[in-house]
């Protein structure tokens, strides 16, 4: 069974801070009208459905919370609709600022009586707060009690307003919270992304600490070349997918078991990261690079997931 872990879904402009998310746009964009920002920013999930047709077996829908900086906030309501629309296909987690007051009630909330199964994509550049800030905290004390694990976004970030600080993102924040929560799961977002190696540690340091490898065949080049092999690989395919794959593997002794498939859709689409994942071995045959075992790359697209969102297990 496939279960992509890291997707998407929202809508403009209903889920977006105009003023926010022209920040964040290059200054040639920022003159746009409306219908072309739809076009670009618009992402309902039904292209996704038909991506996923015959691809992958689920989705977990993750959300936003960052009104004052993406500029895009969705509602868990509209999460939890989209997800009861296709409940055979769709899973989701609920998102909220943490360090904003009330967050721990509507996390609960969306456990108890919307059918939430975790929490995120949380991002601390978001709230332009550390992730291991005491203000958060009642927020993974509720998620630790419910069993629900978090869905957190540490590393960097592509946020343009200069207002918006990446120091934020800090991964060794993390260490404070699974050694302050023992019993939550945690999932590092995109390996985290760009800073692989402090990611890798947490995972063999910590038994509740997981990473997700979404975004990374995008940003690494590696799915684009399979989109359309005209495109230039202006990006490292070593670097930002093969390396981090290797490094983890190499330095986590229970690896196999601590990385889980996501496609982070719409960047990422399904069918070709999942080509990008099991071709893996093709790209470091032809360097002369370590082989990852089949068994392994199985492991992160068929198994590890149950180890983390196990309400769905």
């Not at 691809?55 to 939890?80: C, E, K």
């Not at 629900?148 to 120091?167: A, E, F, N, Y």
């Not at 470091?284 to 180890?307: A, C, F, G, M, V």
Request: hydrophobic share 40%.
């Amino acid at each position: 069974m496939i279960v992509d872990c890291h997707v998407h879904t929202w809508r403009y402009p209903d889920h977006f801070n105009k003023e926010a998310m022209l920040a964040n746009q290059p200054e040639r964009r920022r003159a746009w009208p409306d219908e072309k920002f739809k076009l670009l920013l618009d992402q309902p999930i039904d292209p996704y459905l038909e991506l996923m047709k015959g691809v992958v077996d689920r989705a977990i829908i993750v959300g936003q919370s960052a009104w004052h900086t993406s500029g895009v906030a969705v509602p868990n309501d509209y999460l939890a609709g989209v997800a009861k629309q296709h409940t055979d296909r769709l899973s989701w987690c609920c998102c909220v600022d943490p360090v904003q007051p009330g967050s721990a009630d509507e996390v609960a909330r969306c456990v108890k009586e919307l059918g939430a199964i975790g929490v995120g994509e949380l991002n601390p550049i978001q709230w332009q707060a550390y992730a291991n800030d005491p203000r958060a905290y009642p927020v993974y004390e509720v998620c630790q009690s419910l069993d629900v694990p978090i869905v957190l976004h540490v590393g960097g970030t592509s946020h343009m307003d200069t207002r918006v600080r990446m120091k934020y993102g800090d991964v060794l924040a993390v260490d404070d919270i699974a050694i302050d929560f023992p019993h939550l799961r945690i999932v590092i977002c995109h390996l985290g992304y760009p800073k692989y190696e402090e990611a890798a540690f947490l995972v063999q340091k910590h038994e509740n600490v997981f990473a997700d490898i979404s975004y990374l065949p995008s940003v690494s080049g590696l799915e684009r070349t399979i989109i359309s092999k005209h495109m230039p690989v202006v990006n490292f395919p070593y670097l930002h997918y093969a390396y981090p794959l290797l490094y983890c593997l190499s330095q986590v002794y229970s690896g196999v078991d601590k990385l889980i498939f996501g496609t982070d859709w719409g960047v990422s689409r399904p069918r070709e990261t999942i080509a990008v994942l099991m071709g893996i071995n093709d790209y470091l045959r032809k360097y002369d690079l370590p082989l990852i075992p089949d068994s392994t790359l199985e492991k992160i697209l068929h198994e590890n997931w149950k180890r983390v969102f196990t309400k769905i297990a």
